[in-house]
């Protein structure tokens, strides 16, 4: 479900950022430091967060280009990460799955099922997008 607003850049809570670069390893250091930054979450809400962590990143590499920033931000019981990138293409949700044999095109699909709340900020200056998501658990 996407909502409008930022709510993963809110103020409350523990907020830790890493620069990624736009490489094959950014959504493995990504899914680290998610793990990392955990504190006392339960581990369906880290799981979940690392999934779709690297479900973002990876769409970061693939279409932004661009040096990656990761933001994590605790409020327990739940976490918000938010993913920076300087690509000008905004992800879209599918409006249905893709063919079963494809070999990408679920990214997305996983945030919405998966996410307590998730959406996309255009920068407002230059350049880019934030695509932030929250996860709380059930």
Known sequence: MT????????ESGFT???ALAADAEAAAVARDFVFDNRDHLRPEVIE??????????TNAVKYGRTDITLSVRLDSPGIGIVVRDAG???PVL???PPDPDARGGRGLLIV???ASAWGV???DSTPGKSVWFDVRPS
């Open 48 to 57: 979940d967060a690392q999934l779709l962590v690297s479900e973002i990143v």
């Open 112 to 114: 919405d099922a998966i």
């Open 16 to 18: 830790a950022t890493v």
């Open 3 to 10: 909502t409008e607003g930022n709510p993963a850049d809110s």
């Open 88 to 90: 000008e293409q905004v």
């Open 94 to 96: 599918p409006k249905s």
């Open 121 to 123: 900020t255009p920068n």
